[in-house]
């Protein structure tokens, strides 16, 4: 069946660091991906989005990196800083008018 | 732009009671979302709408309904409440399902006692 799942469910990285996020997707039929954060009390936010034709897209100290062949989507955060401390999921668009979620990861920066 | 706004931010229910929940889209956006969130399931899809219409359904009992008025916004109602419907309940908007974001409201707590 479909799913959205993710390697790692915490992740403790050194403030300055690079964090990388990583998920794995079964439906090769899903055709657009996203990326969003999630803080205590509040919704999941919007990060960064790429398309089943691309292989990569960088938006402000956020990378995601899609490899089709392995159905993996990755999310690099570059200088990571105690800000960026909350839960990550990944998402894919199965085409039937629903968002799939992935379990989530922690990330934890470490001052 | 205001963003997506949920009413009520907390709701204390007792089993057997029922529910309605509010969400209000960011202008412009016909494409409204609903899911669930617990510590155990994640983030799970409940249903959505677009025009008025639900296009696509979760795999909930049918005790979880919604609707979605001619302005966009939209409810959902859950009757005979649950302990396991403990929860918080996020709408999230959008202008196109499958190539545009979701944004989310910040949801409303629910805890049925």
């Known amino acids: 069946g479909e799913s959205v799942g993710l390697h790692l469910p915490t992740l403790s990285v050194q403030e300055g660091d690079n964090s990388i996020i990583n998920c794995a997707y079964s439906n090769s039929a899903s055709d657009y991906f996203i990326w969003y954060k999630q803080e205590s009390g509040k919704g999941p936010q919007f990060i960064i989005d790429i398309r089943s034709n691309m292989d990569k897209r960088q938006g402000q100290r956020v990378t995601v990196l899609l490899n089709k062949t392995v159905k993996h989507l990755s999310l690099q955060i570059a200088a990571t800083q105690p800000g960026d401390s909350a839960v990550y999921f990944c998402?894919?668009?199965?085409?039937?008018?629903?968002?799939?979620f992935g379990a989530g990861t922690r990330l934890f920066v470490k001052a | 732009k205001a963003g997506v706004t949920q009413t009520p931010r907390y709701l204390i229910k007792t089993r057997g009671q029922q529910v309605t929940l509010s969400c209000s889209p960011i202008?412009?956006?016909?494409?409204v979302s609903w899911y669930q969130q617990t510590p155990g399931q994640g983030l799970q899809f409940l249903f959505e709408?677009?025009?008025?219409?639900?296009?696509n359904k979760g795999n909930f009992p049918g005790r979880f309904s919604g609707r979605q008025f001619s302005n966009s916004r939209s409810e959902m109602n859950v009757s005979t409440l649950e302990l396991g419907d403990s929860a918080l309940y996020l709408c999230a908007s959008s202008l196109r399902q499958g190539d545009s974001p979701l944004h989310f409201g910040n949801g409303t707590r629910l805890t049925v006692t």
């Open positions: 709408y677009f025009s008025e219409t639900q296009r």
């Open positions: 202008s412009g956006h016909r494409s």
């Open positions: 998402a894919e668009n199965t085409g039937g008018f629903k968002t799939i």
